[in-house]
């Protein structure tokens, strides 16, 4: 009983980190791929909104 109860411990485990690097491993390497996705500078309000 203690056995299983170990595997299914370490099986939670490798559960969280799989996810764990998907949440964080997917965005990582897009960044790193295409680049940000923010513009390098902001617009100033004034030129955003039109009259």
Do not use: Q
């Not at 299983?4 to 990582?28: E, K, M, N, Q």
């Not at 617009?43 to 909104?49: D, L, Q």
């Amino acid at each position: 009983m203690t056995r299983f109860r170990l595997l299914d411990g370490l099986r939670a485990l490798l559960a969280a980190a799989v996810l764990t690097a998907l949440i964080a491993g997917v965005p990582l390497a897009l960044y790193a791929l295409a680049g940000s996705p923010y513009p390098p500078i902001c617009p100033a309000w004034a030129r955003s909104v039109t009259r």
